[in-house]
């Protein structure tokens, strides 16, 4: 099956900082997703890109599918941040695969 | 309004009890998926269902059974509940199968 793979692991960031979020995938795909999965566990849907560049606030996401990989970019970072970073991605079938997440501590 | 909403979110239960597990879906969405999170944070799909009919079984123990009795709801039923399945479960929906899919806010399986 596709593998997902994002980097780093963690990240600390200061308030205010800026920072970009890697995922690498290993085959073409027809979806990806960014969530945010908040101390409280929900997940929230960041974006939904499967090709091309959205901004929505102070987030941003670049999928660039025909070399594999998606970036999300955060700029100045707040406490609320923090939480995991989720890329998931479905190929041919119906199963959208999770990368391990990127885990953000904003410290303020 | 909740767009995918599960009950209970927190269940904690005795091994080798049956537990249920309900999700239901507001957003019109025909295809529904059961996730499972285990305690390092990685998600993997268990099921998912197309218009009531399953389309994707992992290989997962068949103590897990998923049901579908419209498109709107998925539950998940448990038998001779194991240590190993204490988890954070996550039901989600999308519209058709490449689409945007949405979760539901996880329920907290704790097996003792």
């Known amino acids: 099956g596709i593998q997902v793979e994002q980097s780093p692991p963690d990240l600390i960031l200061q308030e205010g900082a800026n920072s970009t979020l890697r995922c690498n995938f290993s085959?073409?795909?027809?979806?990806l997703q960014w969530f945010h999965q908040n101390p409280w566990g929900q997940l929230i849907n960041l974006f939904y890109?499967?090709?091309g560049t959205k901004q929505n606030g102070r987030l941003s996401a670049t999928t660039v599918a025909t070399e594999r990989y998606s970036l999300l970019y955060i700029s100045s970072s707040q406490t609320t941040d923090s939480g995991v970073y989720f890329c998931?991605?479905?190929?041919?079938?119906?199963?959208?695969?999770f990368g391990g997440g990127t885990r953000v501590l904003v410290k303020p | 309004d909740t767009a995918v909403s599960q009950t209970p979110k927190y269940l904690v239960t005795q091994m080798g009890n049956d537990k249920s597990i309900k999700c239901e879906q507001n957003?019109?969405?025909?295809?529904m998926y059961w996730y499972k999170q285990d305690s390092k944070k990685f998600l993997k799909i268990m099921f998912s269902?197309?218009?009531?009919?399953?389309?994707i079984n992992e290989t997962v123990p068949n103590r897990f059974s998923p049901k579908s009795p419209d498109k709107a709801h998925l539950n998940l039923h448990i038998n001779s509940l194991e240590l190993g399945d204490s988890a954070v479960y996550f039901c989600?929906?999308?519209?058709?199968?490449?689409?945007?899919?949405?979760f539901g806010q996880g329920t907290r399986l704790t097996v003792v």
């Open positions: 085959d073409s795909v027809n979806n």
């Open positions: 989600a929906s999308s519209l058709f199968r490449d689409t945007e899919a949405f």
């Open positions: 957003l019109g969405h025909d295809t």
């Open positions: 998931a991605v479905k190929a041919a079938g119906n199963k959208l695969t």
């Open positions: 890109i499967p090709s």
């Open positions: 269902y197309n218009n009531k009919e399953l389309i």
